[in-house]
């Protein structure tokens, strides 16, 4: 099976510009999470999206949004980017199944740069 | 909330020998799981050891196994037979019911020939 992949992998951005970034599951996984990877903050969850649906959404200003389409790939888009925002933003899929070990799949990232 | 703490930020061990890296967490669910990731430099993070919380029985993963206190809340993942491709961050995670990972600060580990 494919792993997760993540469109593009570099990306540089002025601020207040926008940005799309990709991610494609694992074929037959459901659930794709977000998470920003910065040297200050860490490993911090954005959203979870699950059948077209968000189902947890982490502690986030409004610019940060995403979606998922019926395929399970997910787009994340972040408005009016600040410096801040310069970060690893990585995708993970998982079968979704709640309650149980859902393992979560990490894909490369999008290294987005905010200048 | 939950939160996740591992103390130590740097540690480094000779190729070969044997690693323990500690974290611990806070949280009042009775039921949830830990994992551990790992990072290596410029490649994607992979999963290296999973534990549930409600299993008393330590898991192991060939040179990967874990110390599981849930009365302590600890967590520590310990290394045999350290090899250079061990070399990464390594990062603790908790999640409970629902699918949301709450990651440690990490551990930058150096294998040394």
């Known amino acids: 099976k494919a792993g997760v992949t993540q469109t593009p992998r570099y990306l540089i951005k002025t601020r207040g510009q926008q940005v799309t970034l990709s991610c494609s599951p694992i074929?037959?996984?459901?659930?794709v999470s977000w998470y920003q990877q910065t040297p200050g903050q860490g490993l911090q969850f954005l959203f979870e999206y699950f059948s077209e649906t968000q189902r947890n959404k982490g502690n986030f200003p409004g610019r940060f949004s995403g979606r998922q389409f019926s395929n399970s790939r997910s787009e994340m888009n972040v408005s009016t980017l600040e410096l801040g925002d310069s970060a690893l933003y990585l995708c993970?899929?998982?079968?979704?199944?709640?309650?149980?070990?859902?393992?979560?799949?990490f894909g490369p990232g999008t290294r987005l740069t905010v200048l | 909330a939950q939160t996740v703490t591992q103390s130590q930020p740097e540690m480094s061990v000779q190729e070969a020998e044997t690693v323990t890296l500690s974290c611990t967490y806070d949280t009042s669910e009775s039921n949830y799981y830990l994992f551990w990731y790992k990072q290596p430099p410029s490649r994607q993070m992979i999963l290296v050891i999973r534990?549930?919380?409600?299993?008393?029985q330590n898991a192991t993963e060939n040179r990967f196994s874990v110390n599981f206190q849930k009365a302590a809340k600890s967590f520590s993942l310990k290394i045999s037979d350290s090899q250079l491709g061990d070399t990464a961050m390594y990062f603790c995670a908790f999640r409970r019911a629902g699918n949301m990972l709450t990651f440690g600060g990490g551990t930058r580990l150096m294998v040394k020939p």
């Open positions: 534990q549930e919380a409600y299993k008393q």
């Open positions: 074929s037959g996984h459901r659930s």
């Open positions: 993970a899929s998982s079968l979704g199944q709640r309650g149980n070990t859902d393992t979560q799949y």
